[in-house]
């Protein structure tokens, strides 16, 4: 155990090579789960708590750490299993989502596994819907592990705005453009419904795919209809983590295809880490979007529809 407590924060140099490692937990029962240690800053046995008033029934109360203050999200009662019982037995998965910081109460942790993302599944059709927090699947040691759309999570406790005003100006400049069509690949649907929303209110159509397997095959056969894709497609937006291929080996393999390659990509992702910039140019991806800022994303957005309506004056 504290080999996992120890070494957690320093173990996130697999993104770019199509790899992660989860960190597996388990909350009260014997399911195993899983989070990606990019996401993860610390794990600490559970402190005293402090009690937030009128806060949701999943925040547990505050911890103090380090000069810091931070909410403490019960993630068994999240998941609408059973309250943690006793608190000071278990643990605090310190994360960082969207440039904010939270814990998540667990019963256990155990250790962490080095994956390919080939090996993480999108849950079986039925499984998932609007109300389902699980984002993906995978197999350790002959046991289902449960991936969770910690982002639905976050988004019930404290939603985000996504509402972007009067853009009317914003649609008059869009409508010159020869395609209006944006894809859009996150394996959360919160997410993928955050972006969405906020396009459309800007008159964009959006395409979207659960993972990079699925985008780079709506591409390709984008591709073989024949023409320039890029006269297709306004932009790709992509997430980092994603089941069966992440968002920098479908940047990487978009920059490979000749067909593909001049399509504009934004990599829209809730990872935190300088390196993240020097992975974008790496891989050839335009622009490295923070989770979720609906401002922007707009600014973004306008700022590629000027470079094409000026391209052509």
């Not at 957690?8 to 937990?25: A, I, P």
């Not at 959360?188 to 209110?201: C, D, G, P, Y």
């Not at 591409?219 to 209809?225: M, P």
Request: charged content about 25%.
């Amino acid at each position: 155990m504290a080999g996992v407590l120890d070494t957690v924060n320093q173990r996130t140099q697999m993104v770019g090579q199509n790899r992660l490692e989860l960190l597996l937990f388990s909350l009260d029962g014997k399911q195993k789960f899983g989070i990606n240690v990019f996401k993860v800053k610390e794990v600490i046995r559970c402190m005293s708590l402090t009690v937030i008033p009128k806060s949701s029934p999943m925040v547990r109360g505050l911890v103090h750490i380090r000069g810091f203050t931070l909410p403490v999200i019960d993630l068994s009662l999240a998941l609408g299993g059973k309250a943690a019982a006793n608190p000071k037995n278990c643990f605090i998965i310190i994360t960082e989502y969207n440039q904010s910081v939270q814990g998540f109460l667990v019963s256990a942790v155990e250790k962490i596994v080095n994956m390919k993302w080939e090996a993480i599944h999108s849950p079986p059709p039925g499984i998932t819907n609007e109300f389902s927090y699980l984002t993906a699947v995978t197999e350790v040691d002959n046991q289902l592990v449960e991936i969770i759309d910690v982002e639905k999570i976050l988004q019930e406790i404290t939603p985000l705005a996504i509402e972007v005003g009067d853009k009317s100006e914003e649609r008059k400049q869009i409508d010159k453009l020869k395609t209006k069509t944006v894809l859009i690949v996150d394996d959360s649907t919160v997410a993928r419904n955050q972006i969405k929303k906020t396009l459309e209110q800007l008159g964009l159509d959006v395409v979207t795919y659960n993972d990079g397997k699925q985008g780079l095959e709506y591409l390709k056969q984008l591709a073989e209809t024949g023409g320039k894709v890029e006269d297709k497609l306004f932009m790709v937006i992509s997430d980092i983590e994603m089941p069966e291929m992440d968002g920098y080996t479908l940047t990487a393999e978009v920059r490979a295809d000749p067909r593909l390659k001049n399509l504009f990509i934004a990599i829209h992702s809730s990872l935190s880490g300088g390196f993240n910039n020097a992975l974008v140019e790496k891989v050839g991806a335009n622009k490295l979007l923070p989770k979720f800022e609906p401002g922007a994303l707009v600014a973004m957005v306008m700022t590629r529809v000027k470079e094409l309506n000026d391209s052509k004056q």
